[in-house]
Nanobody, 134 residues
Framework: VQLQAFGGGLVQAGGSLRISCAAS????????MGWFRQGPGKEREFVAG????????KYSDFVKGRFAISRDNAKNMLYLEMNSLEPEDTAVYYC????????????????????????????WGQGTQVTVSS
């Protein structure tokens, strides 16, 4: 299993950036996916989640309305479109995946609660740095 996040960089406050995650080695379309971030001196925190194909999305309060998670199951790609970026969004951004079998057994209500917790995910990428200057 591999998750490769890329596309991070330096952007000015108010700007936009799209980061991507290339997945391989598992049945991507059946897996719940998530984006997390970890800023300097902070714990890893949930940003956005996508249930397995067609299953819905979820966002943390601090990115709701500014960020959008999407996936291309044909290409095994996960995306995070980030708009109206703020210096507080500076962090390493990680993509994560849940094993397809467990994803398939997870009902909506459980996904809604569990998807925000890093421990729920089975696979992690190496992260991509996003820096927002003021």
């Amino acid at each position: 299993v591999q998750l490769q996040a890329f596309g991070g960089g330096l952007v000015q406050a108010g700007g936009s950036l799209r980061i991507s995650c290339a997945a391989s080695g598992f049945t991507f379309r059946r897996s719940a996916m998530g984006w997390f971030r970890q800023g300097p001196g902070k714990e890893r925190e949930f940003v956005a989640g996508s249930r397995s194909s067609g299953g819905g999305t979820k966002y943390s309060d601090f990115v709701k309305g500014r960020f959008a998670i999407s996936r291309d199951n044909a290409k095994n790609m996960l995306y995070l479109e980030m708009n109206s970026l703020e210096p507080e969004d500076t962090a390493v951004y990680y993509c994560a995946a849940v094993h397809p079998d467990r994803s398939g057994r997870t009902i909506q209500s459980v996904w809604s609660l569990s998807s925000t917790q890093p421990a729920w995910y089975d696979y992690w990428g190496q992260g991509t740095q996003v820096t927002v200057s003021s």
